[in-house]
């Protein structure tokens, strides 16, 4: 009798777009979290998908826990995991409301003594975490966990009482940095795309950019990467490219950059996508577990990015 149709064990036509590629590698490694968000931004998936996989991360003080940041593992609330929801949240227009209310609260209860955020509390001592995020009995406030929080509740116009100080410290951060960290360049750049006083913050960028430029903080030509020199404490290959700073083209961080030079930087990220269909993570490795949770998040933020600038994705 003649068989019609597709034999099941015949192999997968190939996928040839970018979004293609990265939806196998998607179903293949990812957590619910992160496929549903590849179902949102890239297959027509609603956002309360989304949220409902995010909420699985929430704990009882309102925080954030669970290795929602694959780098610090254990059920423990951290201000580094509050961001991250807060990023999923606002990607997905859901970044308000009594969620973000509760998240307000969570972060007003473990701010320092001058209201900003440090990036671990003493109470991930005991859980696995990398070893390049410290845990001290009193650990201080930091532009990298308080800038992109401070500019994503700006960006999404919440207002809460924790913000007052918030901001202000945001703003002594950013205008006291005179030998960044590149990490601090985009900590700081998720604060000035969404502060309000835009002039303040568009004379902020700007001073930005040029010591981004002085002191070599960025590959301006992939082909020639040891022209930026590697941050201490980076691995061999964790330089940033001016994608990294910019990650749409509304960003503040775009004009620090030619058209030349972002257009390079933009083929070098579409180059990066592996035969696996997903992106390598720049940073050092410390554990298989974290490096496999870790690269569909990035996988997301590749693709989102190239989308961003107009690039062709499938």
Request: aromatic share 8%; hydrophobic share 40%; glycine share 8%.
């Amino acid at each position: 009798m003649a068989v019609t149709g597709a034999s099941p064990l015949a192999p997968t036509p190939p996928a040839h777009t970018p979004v293609a590629r990265a939806e196998q590698f998607v179903w293949l490694t990812a957590r619910v979290l992160e496929q549903r968000r590849f179902e949102y931004h890239f297959l027509g998936g609603g956002a309360d998908a989304v949220e409902t996989a995010l909420s699985a991360y929430r704990n009882e003080d309102d925080g954030y826990g669970h290795a929602l940041e694959p780098d610090l593992r254990g059920p423990v609330s951290q201000p580094l995991h509050a961001g991250h929801a807060l990023r999923v949240l606002d990607s997905i227009g859901r970044c308000g409301g009594q969620r973000v209310e509760r998240v307000c609260r969570y972060l007003t209860s473990v701010s320092t003594q001058d209201g900003a955020l440090p990036a671990v509390r003493p109470s991930q001592r005991g859980y696995p975490s990398a070893p390049f995020v410290p845990i001290t009995d009193d650990p201080p406030s930091e532009l990298l966990a308080t800038g992109p929080v401070v500019g994503l509740l700006h960006r999404n116009e919440v207002w809460h009482a924790w913000l007052f100080r918030a901001t202000d410290f945001c703003w002594q951060a950013v205008e006291s940095l005179e030998k960044p960290h590149p990490y601090e360049i985009e900590a700081a750049v998720s604060f000035l795309d969404s502060a309000p006083d835009r002039p303040r913050a568009e004379a902020a960028a700007d001073r930005l950019g040029r010591l981004v430029r002085e002191q070599r903080l960025a590959v301006l030509d992939p082909q020639d990467p040891e022209a930026s020199p590697v941050s201490p404490g980076h691995a061999p290959g964790e330089r940033r490219l001016p994608h990294d700073y910019a990650r749409t083209p509304a960003s503040l961080a775009r004009a620090w950059f030619t058209d030349g030079e972002m257009a390079r930087s933009l083929c070098f990220l579409e180059g990066q996508q592996l035969e696996d269909g997903g992106w390598p993570v720049r940073r050092r490795p410390w554990a298989p577990g974290t490096a496999l949770e870790t690269r569909p998040i990035v996988t997301v933020e590749a693709l989102r990015t190239l989308r961003a600038y107009g690039l062709p994705v499938g």
